[in-house]
């Protein structure tokens, strides 16, 4: 497809469950990010990706986030023992180089909900 | 941390012009600033980005003055489907703020 695109785009699950999130960023695109977004609240950085590796995982709010991007295309984020706290719109972005100029193509998202 | 500064919301009536300031007292020396529009169930979508005086597209300006610590988003003669969540976005930490509402009216 032409965008980013992310899967599932709604995923309800029970607390303490495990949940994968799974984002395809635009083809050629080396530069990916995950944010988070609760309702009524800006997008929060979770962390970046330049290649496969973790260029700023400063975001990621506790050691039950984790995410990887293997061979520098598709990435999944992690989320271990599931807390309602988790609850939010989760946004992927990719941009072609990353940096400070650029434009990140933004997903739709996947919106998790943890009962 | 470098955080940027928005009016949470704004009313404006079609055929208007809506100008947004964004307050960024920490931007570094090499960042870019960047707005983005988001609808309901939509993720970002980028309108313009900058880095010093003046910068138009098809839909918007953007004016930056010389001492970088804010910014002007310059929409001309808004319609109703410019009803969105503006956001400014300091490029380099990647962080939004919290956004400014703008509501369009008939």
């Known amino acids: 497809g032409a965008g980013v695109s992310q899967t599932p785009s709604n995923k309800v699950t029970e607390k303490g469950k495990y949940v994968e999130l799974r984002c395809d960023p635009i083809?050629?695109?080396?530069?990916l990010y995950w944010y988070r977004q609760s309702l009524g609240q800006g997008p929060e950085f979770l962390i970046y990706f330049q290649g496969t590796g973790a260029a700023d995982d400063s975001g990621l709010p506790n050691d039950r986030f984790f995410a990887v991007r293997p061979e520098g295309s598709v990435s999944t984020l992690k989320i271990q023992r599931t807390e309602r706290g988790d609850s939010a719109v989760y946004l992927c972005?990719?941009?072609?180089?990353?940096?400070?100029?650029?434009?990140?193509?933004f997903g739709e998202g996947s919106r998790l909900t943890v009962l | 941390l470098a955080k940027t500064t928005q009016p949470i919301s704004m009313d404006s009536y079609e055929g208007q012009e809506v100008n947004i300031t964004c307050s960024h007292n920490n931007i570094a020396t090499n960042d870019y600033i960047t707005w983005y529009q988001q609808f309901p169930s939509q993720g970002p979508r980028f309108i313009i980005q900058g880095y010093k005086t003046k910068v138009t597209n098809e839909v918007a300006s953007l004016f930056i003055p010389a001492d970088r610590k804010s910014s002007t988003l310059s929409l001309p003669r808004v319609s109703l489907s410019d009803t969105a969540v503006y956001y400014c976005l300091d490029t380099d930490k990647l962080i939004f703020g919290t956004g400014t509402r703008l509501q369009v009216f008939p």
């Open positions: 972005a990719s941009s072609i180089t990353g940096g400070s100029a650029g434009e990140l193509f």
């Open positions: 083809s050629g695109h080396t530069a």
